[in-house]
């Protein structure tokens, strides 16, 4: 597997920010998380490949929301955010070494964060930053490779993308919040409830066999452990002053 990753921008201190006050963020702290974040989906069994940071992106760590890969082809998004459409050509260039690209275009808006892919079957989530065109777009990019599109309601009061409400821990099973999501939109799934102290719990990342969650919310990972997950937590705290989370800072894909 690889994991395709984007070194920190000292810029990440005006990241675009909707549910948060703004806070300090410590860079070199940040960076060092980031660090230990790559090594975690090493020990996973992934190689890390870095893109360098760009001193004009505040979000460019954020590498999730830039593109979705699937086996057969790599999505292009054009992100919500007007400041972060120019993260997406350096990591085009590095998926177009490994996939066939392809591009959400004007008018559509997708944020990777919005895409959960499970199985064959790929919620769109429409967030703030997400829109009904480009699930249209999503739609004829990926039906004829055997994808189903789900359009999915999400609470933008609080939750800023899709998998801030839900991720899938295996290919049956769910780890959500309902009070940002309505489980009944995930029809056939089984769901496990976060802690109800840990609304942003819903955010883990599946690599290799194992579960990456933030160390911040130990409670969920009890439950998780409790269902017989293996759980890694990773200590993302100054990412998550920028609305960062797990998933949010990584491209995981076959190689
Ligand atoms: C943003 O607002 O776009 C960034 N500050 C945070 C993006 C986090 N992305 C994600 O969870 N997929």
Redesign the pocket.
Known sequence: MIALTREVSPAIVR????HLPRQPIDVSLTRAQHLAYERTLEVAGCTVVRLPADDSL??SV?I??VAVVFDEVAIVTR???A??RLETPAVADSLRQHRPLCAIHDPGTL????TLVVGRRVFVGLSG?TNREAVAQMRRILNPHGYSIEEVEVDVRGC??L??AVTAIDDETLLINRRWADAKQFAGLAVIDVAQSEPHAA?VLRVGGSIVCAAAYPMTQQKLEAHGVRVTPVDVSELAK????V??CSLIFKE
Do not use: Q, V, W, Y
Request: net charge negative; hydrophobic share 20%; glycine share 14%.
């Open positions: 990241c675009e920010l909707t505040p979000d954020f999730e929301d992100p919500g955010a400041s972060r944020d990777g964060g919005d930053r800023l993308h998998k801030s955010n920028a609305e960062g989370a998933t949010c």
